[in-house]
């Protein structure tokens, strides 16, 4: 049998570099190739340049060549150049003393006849991020913003806001700023305005504050001037600068109605543009432009509806649920806006776990007088899905549109029927809601009650709906016969229930019983007061023992504690605050509507 070769003697394949040896090879390479001038030399640099950026990919160490890349650097290739570039980027920044041997031919190359050139020679530039030579900054940058290449032009613009993030001092006492308002008022590219306006929001915001000229400048950002001035070369810009501008717009605070209606006028046809983003930035503009203006906001919330709902649908599943999102914030707001539309909502075969959940929730949002029915008969189709959380999502909304008062009573007789498709997750669903209805509406007992008192407590596995069916027994075991005895059943098998949320359910519903039917439950609620004060969990034990001292002190006090006259619950709690609600509003078209939170960004900011 051949011996086994030792993995470190195995040849290295020639798209894997082997290390220090293919460094140092490269590195002789490039000496050669420095300086020269034979016919195919661009090619082979081309080609040796190559392997270094595959040496990178592949995580190996090459900032020993630094040198020699720099030496290999003049060239009139675009595509070597480019190579260099994205080199001499990476290794600056972990090599800071290495980055000085790069500003000489990035200058040079920053005055080179090819626009394409000096435009990557001044990203470069910008991108080193070394303290030490902001100095080498500043002449490039200011001669860019004058270049006469768009290119260059828009490359100075950012690279003015990263120079400001080296060197705020150093791009203050330049005065880029100006320079860049200037340039964003009078350059006939769009590409350049955008990236002027942006550079400009992020300098002035985060200079604001230290300083109250910033501040203003801000202000002036959002005057009239410059408002209408974006908005009318809007359909210029890309879908980022729209998007940019739309932002802007939409912290604009009009004199008037008519400067209001004037700018609706000009974003009108962006609601039908074919990106989600830039519809969701205009639809932001016009809610916001509008909040104080009750008639036409409600007419906004009507004009909108028909470029969201094509977005939801023509769109890929990630966006589908973005805008599903911004759809459910408004029907909070207007729960009216798309009671006529419920059909938008229901669920498709196709669509993911996160996309139906949450039209399921916009179901239960826009139900109403009018459109109960056709909405319930398509949850009941749901309960049966074989996606099991979809299946005890549509049976919660069908609870939640019941608690909400709209035609309770076909409502019920729905989720009575779930009690008989013998699944136990549908049982356990039903239970819990049948438990809500109850206390919401307690003329409906005596029908739940008889279907409910059928179902042997052995079927139910998941502690939340026999926690449920507990509740029941103890609440209403003046109506169900068998209460006392399937109870004690319960309190034989204590030991086998591991959910202390189940235990503490037992010890109260037993309690409630032993007040309504003495005879038949004092056995039991003996057991269950011994079970429960020899129970290792804390919260079990402790109710047991306040029970069982309660008991000792006066049996009237505790039945006035444990089972007092109960009036009907009108309202469940809600979630989120109404206040939640209005900041996650204020952030429209931002991840806050996403994740339901306030971007905490924002107040960071506004400090």
């Given at each position: 049998?051949?011996?086994?070769?030792?993995?470190?003697?195995?040849?290295?394949?020639?798209?894997?570099?082997?290390?220090?040896?293919?460094?140092?090879?490269?590195?002789?390479?490039?000496?050669?190739?420095?300086?020269?001038?034979?016919?195919?030399?661009?090619?082979?640099?081309?080609?040796?340049?190559?392997?270094?950026?595959?040496?990178?990919?592949?995580?190996?160490?090459?900032?020993?060549?630094?040198?020699?890349?720099?030496?290999?650097?003049?060239?009139?290739?675009?595509?070597?150049?480019?190579?260099?570039?994205?080199?001499?980027?990476?290794?600056?920044?972990?090599?800071?003393?290495?980055?000085?041997?790069?500003?000489?031919?990035?200058?040079?190359?920053?005055?080179?006849?090819?626009?394409?050139?000096?435009?990557?020679?001044?990203?470069?530039?910008?991108?080193?991020?070394?303290?030490?030579?902001?100095?080498?900054?500043?002449?490039?940058?200011?001669?860019?913003?004058?270049?006469?290449?768009?290119?260059?032009?828009?490359?100075?613009?950012?690279?003015?806001?990263?120079?400001?993030?080296?060197?705020?001092?150093?791009?203050?006492?330049?005065?880029?700023?100006?320079?860049?308002?200037?340039?964003?008022?009078?350059?006939?590219?769009?590409?350049?305005?955008?990236?002027?306006?942006?550079?400009?929001?992020?300098?002035?915001?985060?200079?604001?504050?230290?300083?109250?000229?910033?501040?203003?400048?801000?202000?002036?950002?959002?005057?009239?001037?410059?408002?209408?001035?974006?908005?009318?070369?809007?359909?210029?810009?890309?879908?980022?600068?729209?998007?940019?501008?739309?932002?802007?717009?939409?912290?604009?605070?009009?004199?008037?109605?008519?400067?209001?209606?004037?700018?609706?006028?000009?974003?009108?046809?962006?609601?039908?543009?074919?990106?989600?983003?830039?519809?969701?930035?205009?639809?932001?503009?016009?809610?916001?432009?509008?909040?104080?203006?009750?008639?036409?906001?409600?007419?906004?919330?009507?004009?909108?509806?028909?470029?969201?709902?094509?977005?939801?649908?023509?769109?890929?599943?990630?966006?589908?649920?973005?805008?599903?999102?911004?759809?459910?914030?408004?029907?909070?707001?207007?729960?009216?806006?798309?009671?006529?539309?419920?059909?938008?909502?229901?669920?498709?075969?196709?669509?993911?776990?996160?996309?139906?959940?949450?039209?399921?929730?916009?179901?239960?949002?826009?139900?109403?007088?009018?459109?109960?029915?056709?909405?319930?008969?398509?949850?009941?189709?749901?309960?049966?899905?074989?996606?099991?959380?979809?299946?005890?999502?549509?049976?919660?909304?069908?609870?939640?549109?019941?608690?909400?008062?709209?035609?309770?009573?076909?409502i019920v007789d729905r989720l009575l029927q779930f009690l008989e498709m013998d699944k136990d997750f549908v049982t356990a669903e039903t239970l819990v809601l049948v438990k809500d209805l109850l206390r919401k509406y307690p003329q409906w007992s005596h029908d739940c009650i008889a279907v409910v008192g059928n179902i042997s407590s052995k079927n139910i596995q998941e502690p939340k709906g026999k926690a449920a069916l507990i509740w029941m027994l103890g609440e209403y075991s003046q109506d169900m016969h068998d209460a006392p005895y399937v109870l004690e059943s319960l309190v034989e098998n204590w030991d086998e229930e591991h959910s202390p949320e189940v235990r503490l359910h037992l010890l109260t519903a037993v309690m409630k019983c032993f007040f309504k039917r003495p005879p038949e439950t004092q056995k039991a609620l003996g057991a269950?007061?011994?079970?429960?004060?020899?129970?290792?969990?804390?919260?079990?034990?402790?109710?047991?023992?306040?029970?069982?001292?309660?008991?000792?002190?006066?049996?009237?006090?505790?039945?006035?504690?444990?089972?007092?006259?109960?009036?009907?619950?009108?309202?469940?709690?809600?979630?989120?605050?109404?206040?939640?609600?209005?900041?996650?509003?204020?952030?429209?078209?931002?991840?806050?509507?996403?994740?339901?939170?306030?971007?905490?960004?924002?107040?960071?900011?506004?400090?």
């Amino acid at each position: 049998m051949a011996p086994t070769v030792p993995s470190a003697a195995k040849s290295a394949s020639p798209s894997q570099p082997s290390g220090k040896s293919e460094v140092a090879d490269l590195k002789q390479q490039l000496r050669q190739l420095a300086g020269s001038r034979a016919p195919d030399a661009d090619d082979q640099r081309r080609d040796v340049f190559k392997r270094v950026i595959s040496c990178m990919t592949a995580g190996i160490d090459v900032s020993a060549a630094f040198g020699e890349m720099v030496l290999c650097s003049a060239t009139s290739d675009v595509v070597t150049k480019k190579m260099c570039y994205l080199y001499v980027g990476v290794h600056a920044r972990a090599h800071p003393d290495l980055a000085l041997l790069t500003i000489n031919f990035l200058q040079r190359d920053c005055r080179d006849q090819d626009p394409t050139i000096r435009g990557l020679a001044l990203r470069s530039l910008c991108s080193l991020r070394v303290r030490n030579l902001v100095e080498y900054l500043v002449t490039p940058l200011t001669t860019g913003l004058k270049d006469p290449s768009a290119y260059v032009r828009m490359i100075a613009a950012v690279g003015a806001a990263k120079l400001y993030h080296i060197s705020a001092t150093a791009c203050i006492d330049a005065d880029l700023p100006a320079s860049l308002k200037a340039l964003m008022l009078s350059d006939p590219d769009a590409q350049v305005v955008a990236n002027c306006l942006h550079s400009l929001q992020e300098i002035w915001t985060l200079e604001a504050a230290n300083s109250e000229a910033a501040a203003r400048e801000i202000e002036t950002l959002y005057s009239k001037p410059v408002v209408f001035y974006l908005l009318n070369k809007i359909k210029e810009f890309s879908e980022w600068a729209q998007c940019l501008v739309l932002e802007l717009a939409s912290k604009f605070l009009p004199s008037d109605n008519n400067e209001i209606f004037d700018i609706m006028n000009l974003l009108e046809d962006r609601l039908q543009h074919a990106n989600g983003a830039v519809v969701l930035s205009t639809i932001k503009v016009f809610l916001h432009l509008t909040m104080s203006m009750t008639d036409v906001h409600q007419q906004v919330y009507e004009r909108i509806k028909a470029p969201l709902l094509t977005l939801v649908g023509a769109g890929s599943p990630e966006q589908s649920y973005a805008v599903l999102c911004h759809l459910h914030l408004l029907v909070m707001r207007a729960p009216m806006l798309f009671s006529s539309d419920y059909k938008s909502f229901y669920c498709q075969f196709s669509d993911p776990s996160y996309v139906k959940k949450l039209k399921l929730e916009m179901l239960t949002a826009i139900a109403n007088e009018s459109n109960t029915y056709e909405i319930v008969t398509e949850l009941c189709e749901y309960a049966g899905n074989v996606d099991v959380p979809i299946a005890r999502e549509s049976i919660r909304a069908v609870g939640k549109i019941a608690l909400q008062q709209y035609d309770v009573n076909a409502i019920v007789d729905r989720l009575l029927q779930f009690l008989e498709m013998d699944k136990d997750f549908v049982t356990a669903e039903t239970l819990v809601l049948v438990k809500d209805l109850l206390r919401k509406y307690p003329q409906w007992s005596h029908d739940c009650i008889a279907v409910v008192g059928n179902i042997s407590s052995k079927n139910i596995q998941e502690p939340k709906g026999k926690a449920a069916l507990i509740w029941m027994l103890g609440e209403y075991s003046q109506d169900m016969h068998d209460a006392p005895y399937v109870l004690e059943s319960l309190v034989e098998n204590w030991d086998e229930e591991h959910s202390p949320e189940v235990r503490l359910h037992l010890l109260t519903a037993v309690m409630k019983c032993f007040f309504k039917r003495p005879p038949e439950t004092q056995k039991a609620l003996g057991a269950t007061l011994a079970a429960g004060l020899s129970d290792t969990h804390q919260d079990v034990h402790d109710r047991a023992l306040f029970y069982y001292r309660l008991l000792q002190y006066d049996p009237a006090v505790a039945e006035r504690v444990v089972n007092p006259p109960k009036q009907a619950v009108s309202v469940f709690a809600d979630t989120q605050s109404s206040e939640m609600k209005d900041r996650i509003f204020d952030e429209f078209n931002s991840l806050s509507v996403v994740y339901q939170k306030v971007f905490l960004l924002t107040s960071i900011v506004e400090r």
